[in-house]
């Protein structure tokens, strides 16, 4: 049966994850302020250049510590649920195939793309829904989602789901896989935007639905 561009459980998914994701960072930067340094006590990383610098309270939500976590915690659920409503209807449409990277079909499309984007190359390479840059960016973003939510649940119960951890490099190691991840996933956020200005069909199509096709 013909569907549209972007059908209404992706658009759901996709809408549904810019509150989700600005109140988990905001009430994330909350629970950090309670301890703004990375590292074990007494050997801090010296890599992290923001060590006991708090974060700007007007980029917080939580007011304390214990709210932050309630907040954080009760939304972070949310995106587990809806991140999984995404990707079982990927797998039941099959739209994974059109929407993620695949190295043999994509990688010369993407550099192809960068070569249009920086003026090298003169005439756009063939695309269909997304181009191969943009694949590669969804597909390292579903990636990046991925480790915040593993290294979420392991910052959450470090003793009990020990074993979680140790990928991780222990505990603290979790904590700054999933700053880290947050900050990547704002890169991308701001890539998404300019890439949206490239193609402005793309935001149409997700709010509207776009062509059918199929």
């Not at 010296?46 to 939304?75: M, T």
């Not at 989602?145 to 003793?159: F, T």
């Given at each position: 049966?013909?569907?549209?561009?972007?059908?209404?459980?992706?658009?759901?998914t996709h809408w549904a994850?810019?509150?989700?994701?600005?109140?988990?960072?905001?009430?994330?930067?909350?629970?950090?302020?309670?301890?703004?340094?990375?590292?074990?006590?007494?050997?801090?990383?010296?890599?992290?250049?923001?060590?006991?610098?708090?974060?700007?309270s007007w980029l917080s939500?939580?007011?304390?510590?214990?709210?932050?976590?309630?907040?954080?915690?009760?939304?972070?659920?949310?995106?587990?649920?809806?991140?999984?409503?995404?990707?079982?209807?990927?797998?039941?449409?099959?739209?994974?195939?059109?929407?993620?990277?695949?190295?043999?079909?994509?990688?010369?499309?993407?550099?192809?793309?960068?070569?249009?984007?920086?003026?090298?190359?003169?005439?756009?390479?063939?695309?269909?829904?997304?181009?191969?840059?943009?694949?590669?960016?969804?597909?390292?973003?579903?990636?990046?989602?991925?480790?915040?939510?593993?290294?979420?649940v392991a910052i959450y119960?470090?003793?009990?789901?020990?074993?979680?951890?140790?990928?991780?490099?222990?505990?603290?190691?979790?904590?700054?896989?999933?700053?880290?991840?947050?900050?990547?996933?704002?890169?991308?956020?701001?890539?998404?935007?300019?890439?949206?200005?490239?193609?402005?069909?793309?935001?149409?199509?997700?709010?509207?639905?776009?062509?059918?096709?199929?």
């Amino acid at each position: 049966m013909p569907r549209p561009n972007q059908p209404w459980p992706i658009r759901l998914t996709h809408w549904a994850n810019v509150p989700l994701l600005v109140i988990m960072a905001g009430s994330g930067l909350q629970i950090l302020a309670a301890y703004p340094m990375l590292g074990p006590r007494g050997a801090l990383y010296h890599w992290y250049p923001f060590n006991d610098n708090v974060p700007p309270s007007w980029l917080s939500i939580g007011s304390w510590l214990a709210g932050a976590r309630h907040w954080h915690f009760a939304f972070a659920w949310l995106f587990v649920v809806n991140g999984l409503v995404y990707w079982t209807y990927l797998l039941i449409a099959r739209e994974w195939h059109r929407r993620f990277f695949l190295p043999w079909r994509d990688t010369r499309n993407a550099v192809q793309t960068i070569a249009y984007y920086t003026r090298i190359r003169k005439t756009p390479p063939p695309q269909d829904l997304y181009n191969g840059l943009q694949r590669l960016a969804y597909t390292t973003a579903s990636l990046l989602a991925l480790v915040v939510v593993v290294s979420g649940v392991a910052i959450y119960k470090p003793v009990q789901l020990h074993a979680l951890t140790v990928p991780f490099g222990g505990y603290d190691g979790a904590r700054a896989v999933h700053l880290v991840a947050l900050a990547l996933l704002t890169l991308f956020t701001v890539g998404h935007v300019a890439m949206v200005l490239f193609h402005p069909r793309s935001l149409a199509d997700m709010i509207t639905g776009g062509k059918p096709h199929g």
